[in-house]
């Protein structure tokens, strides 16, 4: 029986920092290139991106971005305090913010997945010259200086003007700008002790080569597949990495109890004190940091521009969540607990067997074979699944443009047009197929932002996804896993959101905006993967496309959803709660804390031996420090709006185009809860969470 992973970490790339613009005479120049190198392929009306430059002209490119983008800020920070206005300060920074991030773009995403090892290693060099150029430019006092006399004045041109100018300042603060010159630099060198000691913590976890080693027996009910795939030592053992792959492997296959506490118990002390002390040096370090910014902590510093605003409403939303689901919770782990007494005797139910028993069951709870249903999930079928979907949800068209210019024969080029009126909207680049050199992950990136230009026109959005599917040996379109099928909804939902944006300024426009928000849509457009209507839409038997996923099983799937899934969310907050907490407050313990919070919310299972907080919750420590609730956060308010506006009809179009027209076209133009409660008619809550996890209890 076949067994998919729920959930999982999706990548939604949003690119360099928009900070700085490119002066138009360089656009002009990129355009009339563009045109002339590529006279045979179709051009792509409003676009900006660049596509298949060389090693040499990515580096060119890069430099010309850096010099004009001097120009441009050296010209504004000329202009004299007593003499700024909207048109000689703000003006020109965000029509060149809205020319010079395509452009970034082309220089960067190369890396990602050109088939050419030198522009790749170009496209890195670019990457590297321009975030060290940004970085210089957001800490350039004059022209801080000249922004904030601006704003002094408060003479907005409209609302959004207003917006996008106090996040202008708010990122030059965030810096330290508006502080002495004596206290920015103890921020740089707090930034740079910050810096270092996270490479050092990702270093060590690298640098762990440590394995176990186990014969055939210690590792039954692992995959054969799995196993043929291990490397064995001189005595002929069988050799366990502690990376994340074997791990969550043995924890999930394995049958033997010793064998997945070993592995667990292991995988739990990677890099022992040593990690420990760091996280405890970095944690002290972010707090001066945030203190000198005039933050109480750094959680405070962390979450003032998230949606969640304040460490105290991110606290009561993780408890309430909790409290609300304790008691699903403890009936589930009873359900594991009685399930490992038969199968294993009188030995205690331990944290290290929840993945293992958790899928034995719903192996015996549910009539689902993932093999099977991967035979009715060709590509073509749910690529053109997903098409009729948005489109009738969000009214958008999506036309293939045949012989546009690509980096790879696979890649496919579509403009996306509004369905009444055939206005176009945007553009989308589909990278879907796997091969060598290409970025390994799922995940879109925003090339081309929506702006209003300084001549009146609105610049149109441009999005790439990029995938890892596999093509069949003759090189056909392959099938795809159901989990492929959820994380391609997923990327397709950051597609339509950045698609729909119609900010005036990059810099708040697609992708850029609130991290809290973000994911939001991307959330809520997983939910058709679950109902029985858009499971035949995107499923077709690879022999015959007219049989569609049958009726049990559409029914069966959308049970496995929340199996278990109170549980799960349980161990989330325990991270999140930790991450909270020592982002919170001074001196503290922190061995004590992860152990006090453990059998607080895994409801009295204890910790094995050994294990360390700072290797259980990497995330803590680097990418998502003070902040791992969002990924919960948008989950509830995704649920939110799918129950309250598409639960009874999933092809409900008008209150997709009120989504699109009320939340997607205007974020980052007004806040998130504004918006979301403005579609809504309320505020959100996790009401709507919270039962879906108990509607399809065992």
Same mark, same amino acid.
Request: proline letters at 3%.
């Given at each position: ?14 690119? /360099? ?21 590529? /006279? ?104 801080? %200086?000249?922004?904030?006399? &601006? ?20 990122? &030059? ?28 913590? #990702? ?10 080693? =186990? ?10 597949? $799995? ?25 999930? =296959?394995?049958?033997? @109890? ?13 890099? @022992? ?16 940091? /945030?203190?000198?910014?005039?933050? !109480? ?5 962390? #979450? ?19 409290? !609300? ?54 590509? +073509? ?19 293939? #443009?045949?012989? /546009? ?11 996306? %047009?509004?369905?009444? *009126? ?11 197929? +796997? ?41 056909? *379109?392959?099938?795809?896993? &159901? ?15 950045? #698609?729909?944006?119609?900010?005036? $300024? ?34 077709? =038997? ?35 709660? =930790? ?37 259980? $919750?990497? +995330? ?38 009120? $989504? ?39």
């Amino acid at each position: 029986m076949g067994k998919e992973k729920k959930g999982g970490s999706l990548l939604a790339f949003t690119g /360099a920092a928009a900070v700085l613009a490119i002066a138009s005479n360089l656009v002009i120049t990129a355009i009339k290139y563009q045109k002339e190198k590529n /006279a045979k392929k179709k051009d792509l009306a409003g676009s900006k991106v660049r596509v298949n430059l060389s090693a040499s002209e990515i580096l060119k490119l890069a430099d010309q971005i850096i010099a004009n983008s001097n120009k441009v800020h050296n010209s504004v920070a000329s202009v004299p305090l007593d003499k700024v206005t909207y048109a000689n300060v703000i003006s020109p920074l965000a029509e060149l913010q809205a020319q010079q991030f395509p452009l970034i773009q082309s220089c960067v995403f190369p890396k990602l997945v050109s088939t050419q090892e030198d522009v790749r290693k170009a496209s890195a060099e670019a990457e590297r010259r321009i975030d060290a150029h940004l970085d210089v430019c957001s800490k350039r006092e004059d022209v801080y %200086l000249v922004i904030k006399a &601006f704003a002094v004045r408060r003479e907005w041109m409209n609302a959004e003007a207003k917006r996008f100018v106090q996040i202008l300042v708010r990122d &030059f603060e965030r810096n330290g700008l508006n502080l002495t010159a004596s206290k920015r630099e103890e921020l740089q060198r707090l930034r740079a002790q910050i810096d270092e000691l996270s490479f050092k913590y #990702i270093q060590n976890l690298n640098d762990d080569s440590r394995f176990l080693l =186990f014969n055939e027996e210690e590792l039954a009910g692992l995959p054969p597949e $799995f196993l043929k795939g291990l490397d064995k030592s001189e005595n002929g053992k069988l050799k366990i990495s502690l990376r994340s792959h074997h791990v969550a492997a043995v924890l999930e =296959f394995c049958k033997v @109890g010793t064998t997945r506490r070993m592995v667990s118990g292991a995988y739990g002390n990677r890099c @022992g004190e040593i990690n420990v002390s760091i996280l405890e040096s970095l944690v002290q370090q972010r707090h001066k940091y /945030a203190r000198l910014l005039g933050y !109480s902590c750094y959680a405070e510093y962390a #979450i003032d521009v998230r949606m969640a605003k304040t460490p105290k409403k991110v606290f009561e939303f993780l408890k309430e969540i909790s409290t !609300s689901l304790t008691d699903l919770a403890m009936k589930e782990l009873d359900i594991l607990k009685d399930l490992k007494k038969k199968e294993e005797g009188e030995i205690p139910f331990g944290i290290q067997d929840l993945l293992y028993y958790v899928k034995r069951v719903e192996e015996l709870g549910y009539d689902l074979d993932f093999g099977e249903i991967k035979q009715y999930l060709p590509i +073509s079928v749910v690529l053109s699944g997903i098409f009729k979907i948005v489109q009738d949800l969000f009214g958008l068209r999506f036309e293939e #443009i045949v012989g /546009a210019d690509v980096w790879h024969c696979d890649v496919r080029v579509f403009s996306v %047009l509004d369905l009444g *009126s055939s206005e176009l909207l945007g553009y989308c680049y589909l990278d879907l197929f +796997s091969r060598e050199g290409k970025y390994g992950h799922t995940c879109v990136l925003a090339l081309q932002n929506s702006a209003l230009t300084i001549s009146g026109a609105q610049q149109i959005p441009v999005a790439l996804l990029i995938s890892q599917c596999q093509k069949d040996a003759d090189g056909s *379109s392959g099938l795809l896993r &159901f989990s492929e099928v959820v994380s391609l909804f997923h990327e397709f939902g950051h597609v339509v959101q950045q #698609i729909c944006n119609r900010a005036s $300024f990059a810099r708040i426009s697609g992708l850029c905006v609130d991290p809290d928000f973000v994911e939001i849509p991307a959330q809520l457009l997983e939910n058709w993967c679950y109902e029985s209507y858009s499971l035949k839409l995107i499923s077709g =038997f690879h022999q015959d496309i007219t049989k569609p996923i049958k009726d049990d099983i559409c029914k069966s799937i959308k049970r496995w959803r929340t199996s278990f899934s109170a549980l799960k969310l349980k161990q989330d907050i325990l991270c999140c709660l =930790f991450d909270q907490i020592i982002h919170s407050a001074d001196n503290i313990d922190i061995q004590e804390l992860f152990k006090h919070l453990h059998s607080m919310e895994m409801l009295g299972l204890p910790i094995l031996e050994g294990t360390n907080p700072a290797s259980y $919750f990497p +995330s803590t420590v680097i990418g998502y420090e003070a902040a791992c609730y969002s990924r919960i956060w948008s989950e509830v308010f995704a649920a939110d709006i799918f129950t309250s506006k598409f639960c009874n009809d999933v092809s409900n179009q008008h209150a997709g185009m009120q $989504f699109r027209n009320k939340v997607l076209a205007p974020a980052g133009v007004k806040g998130p809860i504004e918006v979301l409660s403005d579609f809504l008619g309320r505020e959100p809550s996790i009401q709507a969470y919270v039962e879906n996890k108990v509607k399809y209890v065992l």
